[in-house]
């Protein structure tokens, strides 16, 4: 049972565009998410996060949004850089639990 | 401040082994999870420690277990592999209250031949 969904396994996108990730999860419980960043051979460092009372958050180029009643959250990367190219995460976890449930990644590609 | 190291790196090993995997949190960092990363199932959590304690454990098989010591240094031990059991295992570590990000070490990536 995936309870974070991300349902597009790659995207591409120019530079300079906006890149927009998705992610859906069904456990009404959850109240924290997070957005990681992957590269090959590297462990996931940290993006972003928003917590539930929130439905907006904002650091430099990363905006994550967050619509409680849809069960979705998204990361907005603008404008996309090539460093941007990786494996991006969207993570939850539930009050009272330090347990993160991850989605499945996407993967993205900045193209020149 | 140093990061999450995790050793080995790489290892190879053939069904039926055992293999113990091994974890430096942040200093200062209590907790330490262990994540398996495989290509179809994604990130998935194994389990948690906290003060030497497991605090929360994912949906795997008993072979998979894990102990913390009092500096925090973390290992993880799988018995019996299985072919399966081929993945990238990553530990991340934070400084306790929920909602502390947490950093990832590197991994180690197992295969099981």
């Known amino acids: 049972d995936q309870q974070v969904k991300q349902n597009s396994p790659s995207l591409s996108v120019q530079e300079g565009r906006i890149s927009i990730l998705n992610c859906d999860y069904t456990?009404?419980?959850?109240?924290?998410f997070l957005w990681y960043k992957k590269y090959p051979a590297e462990g996931p460092t940290f993006l972003i996060s928003?917590?539930?009372?929130?439905d907006k958050n904002e650091d430099g180029r990363f905006t994550v949004f967050l619509n409680k009643s849809a069960k979705h959250l998204s990361l907005h990367i603008v404008p996309s850089q090539p460093g941007d190219s990786a494996v991006y995460f969207c993570a939850a976890s539930a009050i009272g639990n330090e347990k993160l449930t991850f989605g499945t990644g996407t993967r993205l590609t900045i193209i020149p | 401040k140093a990061g999450v190291t995790q050793t080995p790196r790489y290892l190879i090993k053939t069904r039926g082994q055992q293999v113990t995997l091994s974890c430096s949190p942040i200093s200062g960092h209590r907790s330490v999870s262990w994540y398996q990363q495989t290509p179809g199932q994604g990130l998935q959590f194994l389990f948690e420690?906290?003060?030497?304690?497991?605090?929360n454990k994912g949906n795997f098989p008993g072979r998979f277990s894990g102990r913390q010591f009092s500096n925090s240094r973390s290992e993880m031990n799988v018995s019996t592999l299985e072919l399966g059991d081929s993945a990238l295992y990553l530990c991340?570590?934070?400084?306790?209250?929920?909602?502390?990000?947490?950093?990832f070490g590197p991994g180690t990536r197992l295969l099981v031949l």
């Open positions: 991340a570590s934070s400084l306790d209250s929920r909602g502390e990000t947490q950093y």
């Open positions: 456990n009404s419980m959850f109240d924290y």
């Open positions: 420690y906290f003060s030497e304690t497991q605090r």
């Open positions: 928003i917590s539930s009372i929130k």
